[in-house]
Antibody, heavy 113, light 106 residues
Framework: QIQLVQSGPELKKPGESVKISCKAS????????MNWVKQAPGNGLKWMGW????????TYADDFKQRFVFSLETSASTAYLQINNLNIEDTATYFC??????WGQGTLVTVSS | DIQMTQSPSVLSASVGDRVTLSCKAS??????LDWYQQKLGEAPKLLIY???NLQTGIPSRFSGSGSGTDYTLTISSLQPEDVATYFC????????FGGGTKLELK
């Protein structure tokens, strides 16, 4: 069955970086784009952008064009989200999703001094 | 960017009630709209895709309708397990989620 499994929770200090992984299984990884979605505590869902899994080309939503990097390790069917120079407002759960029924379980990133 | 506005933000209803949730787009999204249910601590769960198509495994009490800029999710007979937050989502141009409707039991 199709699964997206994300890496575990992270606790970081302001100014640090974090890299979250999303490992896909049950389908051909390069057949579908991978998207990233942010959910701040008690808030709604915000689309961060997507990465073309065939070419590796990322597309970032307007609010995520600085400090955010999408990447791939195609041989491992894994997508990555890296956030640089973390600040308190980056505290959130981050989801990878192929759209539709296929979502990772979410990765909680907590930024605190 | 397309904005999605959901109403109401909070809805209290009783078991067995017919419940209607609304979602309005800032421009025509050509029925390119899904509905998701999210319970606390979980990933969003797809209920309805392309406005009115029931996702496999979702109870038939859920239905969707709409066109243009106005869309609706209806629960025909509210069950206790339906307590959750519901999000509409457009993919006609980029992706945008609505702000959500929190559904509570009265």
């Amino acid at each position: 069955q199709i699964q997206l499994v994300q890496s575990g929770p992270e606790l970081k200090k302001p100014g640090e970086s974090v890299k979250i992984s999303c490992k896909a299984s049950g389908y051909t990884f390069t057949d579908y784009a991978m998207n990233w979605v942010k959910q701040a505590p008690g808030n709604g869902l915000k689309w961060m952008g997507w990465i073309n899994t065939q070419t590796g080309k990322p597309t970032y939503a307007d609010d995520f064009k600085q400090r955010f990097v999408f990447s791939l390790e195609t041989s491992a069917s894994t997508a990555y989200l890296q956030i640089n120079n973390l600040n308190i407002e980056d505290t959130a759960t981050y989801f990878c999703t192929r759209r539709g029924a296929y979502w990772g379980q979410g990765t909680l990133v907590t930024v605190s001094s | 960017d397309i904005q999605m506005t959901q109403s109401p933000s909070v809805l209290s209803a009783s078991v067995g009630d017919r419940v209607t949730l609304s979602c309005k787009a800032s421009q025509n999204i050509n029925k390119n709209l899904d509905w998701y249910q999210q319970k606390l601590g979980e990933a969003p769960k797809l209920l309805i895709y392309f406005t009115n198509n029931l996702q496999t495994g979702i109870p038939s009490r859920f239905s969707g309708s709409g066109s243009g800029t106005d869309y609706t999710l209806t629960i025909s007979s509210l069950q206790p397990e339906d307590v959750a937050t519901y999000f509409c989502f457009q993919y006609n141009s980029g992706w945008t989620f609505g702000g959500g409707t929190k559904l509570e039991l009265k």
